[in-house]
């Protein structure tokens, strides 16, 4: 995350591997790079770029790219609250059928996003839910929320959980098109 006093940018990037009874069952990698502009103000615009690979649901590459705007809702330190709307060119391509399929469409994205500090910085609390319908058809729609436990160490090191749902419109045959992830992890602040 990097701020001064007009944009605000963040680059978030997250790997994911699990086995069961000794086979690969899931694989992922994405990555999420947003610009805020005027992101002190109650509105603000944005620019996003978000990358995917998903094993489980064959997933080749997802890339979605668009921009929209931010409300902020509650705008205290401890305590911020805020949605936001944006349209996202989506291009999907999937790794079997339908047919090596590859998915472009425009969708709106709706998200909702809420980060609560509690008990004097000893825990984090987030909270993320986006639902990304496709304009032509709205019952296409990709659904995922995400949340998060965070229990600072230091000022640089802390503990966490991440609890994450995402249940995809299309994927590849025979693949899952809703799956969960519980995470247990460590961050690093610099």
């Known amino acids: 995350k990097r701020a001064d006093r007009l944009i605000e940018s ?10 069961s009874k000794g086979k690969k069952d899931a694989n992922d990698f994405s990555a999420a790079f947003t610009t805020d502009l005027f992101y002190k103000n109650i509105w603000s615009p944005f620019v ?6 998903n094993f489980a649901s064959g997933i080749d590459i997802r890339s979605q790219t668009g921009a929209g705007i931010k409300y902020v809702i509650i705008n205290d330190a401890d305590h911020k609250t805020s ?4 349209g ?22 709706v998200r909702f996003r809420t980060k609560q500090i509690l008990l004097d910085n000893k825990l984090e609390f987030s909270f993320t839910s986006f639902y990304q319908p496709s304009v032509k058809n709205i ?7 995400e949340t998060n ?23 590849s045959v025979g693949r899952k098109r809703m799956d969960t992830k519980l995470t247990f992890g460590v961050g690093v602040s610099l």
């Open 48 to 53: 996003l770029q978000y990358t995917e690979y």
């Open 139 to 145: 019952k296409n729609a990709i659904n995922r929320f």
């Open 83 to 86: 949605v936001s709307v944006a």
């Open 149 to 171: 436990l965070k229990i600072p160490l230091s000022k640089h090191f802390s503990v966490n959980s991440t609890y994450r749902f995402i249940e995809d419109d299309v994927v």
């Open 88 to 109: 996202i060119y989506d291009y999907t391509k999937l790794v079997d059928k339908p047919g090596n399929y590859t998915n472009q469409t425009t969708r709106v994205s």
């Open 10 to 19: 963040i680059l978030a990037i997250s790997l994911g591997y699990g086995e």
